[in-house]
């Protein structure tokens, strides 16, 4: 299991995931779940991913052989795509065919294996867009509406992005948003865990401008943690 996030903002993009990876209680490992692309000034992808290790990284390895390609052209490679939109579907085109592979062979051995991407991100002359793609290669868009993207899960960490974030939320409070949403997941399923990878996209930045990762010890992250639970056991115990 896993929990990716991303926030769609009139100041930009901020996406966040997990690393935890479990085929269960005593088979746990770390594996990145966000994967970026850039050619700064000209465009800036992310992709984050959840569900099946092998179908995602199979999809993710396909679109780097494409994006590789010396014959490479604006309908086969996410670098050279015409816009967001081509970008999105040539990723659902991918998540859908290895899907479909890999069902064949899971079926053999009744079991199942599905799994889903968030793509994000703007190229030049076009505005910034946030997707979320299914297995079956159909996506839907975050919209002014319903600014933010979720995959993995999700339950936990949804009522505060519900509570705090519109469109016009300001980075710094987006990066608290997403970071306090991932502390309330971490808190109720074990199956999400640290260490965690953020990025920040400035609107019309056209590259990536904050990566970091945080690890279990980040001290910063404990605080942040920290206050908010003291917070709502204070906010409780007002409550008449």
């Known amino acids: 299991m896993t929990y990716c996030v991303g ?28 994967f970026t ?5 000209e465009r800036v992808i ?22 590789a390609d010396p014959d490479a052209t604006h309908e086969t490679s996410i670098m050279k795509a015409d816009n967001m939109l081509d970008v999105a579907t040539m ?20 079991q199942s294996a599905s799994a889903s991407m968030i ?49 016009d939320t300001p980075l710094v409070d987006a990066r608290k948003a997403v970071l306090l949403s991932m502390d309330s997941t971490l808190r109720s399923n074990l ?8 990025a920040v996209i400035e609107t019309d930045a056209l590259r990536i401008t904050e990566h970091r990762r945080i690890e279990a010890n980040d001290e910063e992250f404990a605080a942040m943690s920290a206050a908010w639970s003291q917070a709502l056991r204070d906010a409780f115990i007002q409550i008449r």
């Open 91 to 110: 990723v659902g085109e991918m998540l859908s065919r290895v899907t479909a592979e890999t069902k064949v062979r899971m079926d053999r051995m009744n």
């Open 119 to 167: 793509v994000a991100g703007q190229r030049k002359g076009g505005r910034m867009r946030l997707f979320l793609i299914y297995p079956e290669g159909n996506f839907i868009e975050a919209t002014e509406d319903t600014p933010y993207l979720q995959i993995g899960e999700h339950k936990y960490g949804k009522p505060i992005l519900d509570r705090v974030i519109s469109a």
């Open 37 to 41: 692309f850039e050619e700064p000034g």
């Open 191 to 198: 199956s999400v865990g640290m260490p965690l990878d953020m």
């Open 7 to 34: 926030l769609l903002l009139n100041a930009g993009l901020v996406l966040l995931s997990d690393t935890r990876t479990n085929a269960g209680l005593d088979n746990i490992s770390t594996y990145r779940k966000m």
């Open 46 to 67: 992310i992709m984050m991913t959840a569900g099946n290790l092998s179908v995602t990284q199979t999809t993710l390895a396909r679109l780097t052989e494409e994006i």
